[in-house]
């Protein structure tokens, strides 16, 4: 990328979100609500466009199960942050508030309107769920002065979240081919005397330059380390011979996420460790075959764990097989057993089988998928076989 190449945009079109926010009372109304709260995070920026942080000061949109418009609830000091967002363009109503004045009162004075026979009408305390990642700090509150317990939104928000649509595949897509990019130049930074963090470090530049806005995680687990599915750096050397984990992603205008794990080797891997990858590659294959609309999402993590097990490398399958990507990296649907959740066109997902041997090395092949009308398209390429990098 160069400074000179055009800047995506940072949110989508001001009809996309007024779709959402349609969309978002119907289902609060199916869900028998009266309104829908929801604080800053994924779900303000998936509904709004907006990217507002809060925490002490509630700043929240009111979704009224009626479809009138939602209005949004935000400290005056704050209002520049909704500048880029498409609150003004929607139209929306805007409660601006100062220090002295009980935010959550206001919130409790637009929900007693959102009635719609049910929850507030004849008197009684109206129906409300709030976004789940909204502090306590305001939950508690909001119950005391709508004068009922707060109920969870998930059912609401996952619904809304978990089927994209063709523009959030689409920047899945980018995102993707962003990462891949990344990976396509491991062998400038793996390599035997070099630390771990000096890899990382040059990869969390190259994530940047390759397109992302900035690095969301980053692991480099070379050796042992590759056996700690959540190891992140560290100051271990990169020597001859060792298997090397990179699990790295980020975000990419307007917002969406890529995550991808591939596993390289320095040098030639002896035959056992061959051939243990390519039986962890057969499973991840297993479940990307088995992925279509109407299977469900344990039976994906079923079609990996299986095809694992049958050479004995149950037990060295410790973690799901994947995990639903977005505005956030992990999101519904998550593809684990007890989940049955049936695939949909429109959902998608990681597929992520490893093996880990405590002590010796581990190893990971992670991809995202889109389920389509007829099984699922690939949101990134990688190749059939183990990264092997010059061992010097």
Not at 221 to 227: M, N, Q, R, T
Not at 243 to 255: H, R, S
Not at 261 to 278: F, H, K
Request: aromatic share 4%.
């Amino acid at each position: 990328m160069t400074d000179s190449a055009p800047q995506p945009a940072t949110r989508f079109a001001a009809a996309t979100y007024a779709d959402r926010l349609a969309r978002a009372a119907r289902l609060t109304a199916d869900a028998g609500l009266d309104a829908l709260v929801v604080g800053t995070g994924p779900d303000l920026q998936y509904l709004t466009g907006s990217r507002a942080h809060s925490f002490e000061r509630l700043t929240a949109i009111v979704i009224p199960a009626s479809g009138a418009p939602a209005t949004v609830v935000v400290p005056r000091l704050e209002l520049a942050s909704l500048r880029d967002s498409a609150i003004a363009e929607l139209g929306l109503p805007v409660l601006d508030w100062v220090d002295g004045v009980d935010p959550h009162a206001l919130v409790a004075d637009v929900v007693s309107g959102a009635g719609k026979g049910g929850g507030a009408a004849g008197g009684a305390a109206p129906a409300v769920a709030v976004d789940p990642a909204l502090p306590a700090l305001h939950v508690v509150p909001l119950a005391d002065r709508t004068g009922a317990p707060a109920r969870l939104a998930t059912p609401v928000l996952r619904e809304l979240r978990m089927i994209k649509d063709a523009e959030e595949v689409d920047a899945l897509r980018r995102a993707g081919a962003a990462i891949d990019r990344v990976h396509a130049r491991m062998g400038e930074w793996l390599q035997a005397g070099r630390t771990e963090r000096q890899a990382a470090d040059d990869i969390a530049a190259a994530i940047v330059e390759e397109g992302h806005t900035a690095p969301e995680f980053i692991i480099v687990g070379s050796g042992p380390h590759g056996a700690d599915p959540h190891h992140e750096v560290s100051d271990r050397v990169l020597a001859e011979g060792d298997m090397v984990v990179i699990d790295i992603g980020g975000p990419v205008e307007p917002g969406y996420n890529s995550d991808s794990t591939r596993t390289y080797c320095i040098g030639e891997p002896d035959p056992e460790t061959a051939r243990r990858y390519a039986l962890l590659e057969a499973a991840q294959e297993a479940a990307r075959r088995h992925v279509r609309p109407g299977v469900t999402a344990e039976s994906v993590d079923a079609a990996a764990r299986d095809a694992l097990a049958r050479h004995g490398f149950a037990d060295a399958f410790v973690h799901r097989t994947g995990h639903g990507i977005g505005l956030s990296v992990h999101e519904e649907p998550y593809i684990v057993a007890g989940n049955d959740e049936p695939l949909r066109p429109g959902m998608a997902f990681s597929i992520e089988p490893g093996i880990y041997f405590p002590g010796e090395w581990g190893a990971r092949i992670e991809d995202i998928v889109v389920v389509t009308d007829d099984g699922c398209e690939p949101l990134n390429t990688r190749p059939r076989a183990l990264g092997i990098l010059p061992a010097g």
